[in-house]
């Protein structure tokens, strides 16, 4: 299975966490992370996105919106598993079965604290707001996945889109 984390673009402030909607960087940067995604999935041929899943905040919706518009998956939906104060160890690969390639897009600390885990690679430098990181993943414990590519930070895409 392949599994692509990627952290919400660039949010606002709001009177909740949970109400912040995405600056207009915010939206430049994932499109280009996701512009620059759908180039290297051209390329490597990992396979259309069959599902891509989203936490309950709203700058988390509004990037999946966004990578729905790129990225056509087979089905798009709300998994409030993936909201803050998630943590990797609650995740298994057995809850994803019949999907082939999965986009989740959540919140740091999670994502970055996920791909450490799962590659067994603390090293990796961590998603900033619109990052992504892709994983062939066997089991969704610790070393049970390879990286695939890892997109920690957008603005040199952001920048170079607007050359």
């Known amino acids: 299975m392949l599994l692509t984390l990627w952290r919400h673009g660039e949010a606002g402030s709001a009177t909740t966490d949970a109400a912040r909607t995405l600056t207009a960087r915010g ?3 994932v499109v280009a992370t996701a512009g620059d995604y759908a180039v290297w999935a051209g ?3 990992p396979g259309p996105v069959s599902l891509l899943l ?4 709203r700058r988390t919706a ?3 919106d966004l990578l729905g518009e790129l990225l056509f998956p087979g089905s798009q939906k709300v998994d409030s598993s993936l909201a803050p104060g998630a943590y990797p160890e609650a995740f298994s690969e ?6 082939e390639h999965i986009v989740m897009v959540s919140h740091q600390p999670f994502l970055s604290q996920a791909i450490g885990l799962w590659t067994d690679d ?3 430098a961590p998603l900033a707001p619109g990052g992504y990181s892709t994983l ?4 969704l414990a610790r070393g049970g996945a390879e990286l695939r590519r ?3 930070d957008p603005r040199a895409l952001a920048s170079r889109a607007q050359v």
């Open 43 to 45: 390329i490597s041929a």
């Open 136 to 139: 062939e993943v066997t089991c």
């Open 94 to 99: 057995r809850h994803y079965a019949g999907h």
């Open 122 to 124: 603390v090293t990796l």
């Open 27 to 29: 939206r430049e940067e």
């Open 54 to 57: 989203y936490s309950p905040y």
């Open 150 to 152: 890892h997109c920690p």
């Open 62 to 64: 509004e990037t999946a």
